[in-house]
């Protein structure tokens, strides 16, 4: 009689541990379905990331292109106000964009300086920038070297909006 009792409780808890394996496990089929899922969300993800990352890249462009155009301005109301000597026929822009970096002699020896650095260029990834001047044509890429009237990125893109990068 004991033996059968202890039978029927190694069975039963036998059959418990498998039960409850089987019910605390993961099937492949429900771990097929996790991984489609976590696939769809990560196909969805990338494009979003990619658009984020050209987003901020455009916001540091027209960062970029507004501090170079405040510099080449503040550049030339000074130079309307005769702070310093200017080249005949510049009307008052500068000649490159290194003068506003390495910046102008004032009165009393002094420096007048317009820009920190000349900033990379988030599109093209370098500080080689397209520079137009008053006598240039304005839908022309090339400049005349005469003075820096305006900046502008060389990359060729499209921006989010519709428009050409270089039209900023």
Known sequence: MRQRQTNRFNRGLMTRHLLGRRQSG???LEMIVVITILLILMGAAVPVLKVSVRRQRE??????LWEMRSAIDRYKDAADKNA??????????????DTLVNGVEIAGGKKLRFLRRIP?????????????SMQDDPQSDSWGGQNVF???TKSTGVGLDGTKYKDW
């Open 150 to 152: 305006d900046v502008y």
């Open 59 to 64: 916001v540091e462009l027209r960062r970029d």
């Open 84 to 97: 310093f000597q200017q080249k005949l026929g510049s009307e008052g822009y500068p000649p490159d964009m």
């Open 120 to 132: 990379v260029d988030p599109m093209t990834g370098n500080t080689d920038w397209g520079l137009r």
């Open 26 to 28: 993961v099937t492949l």
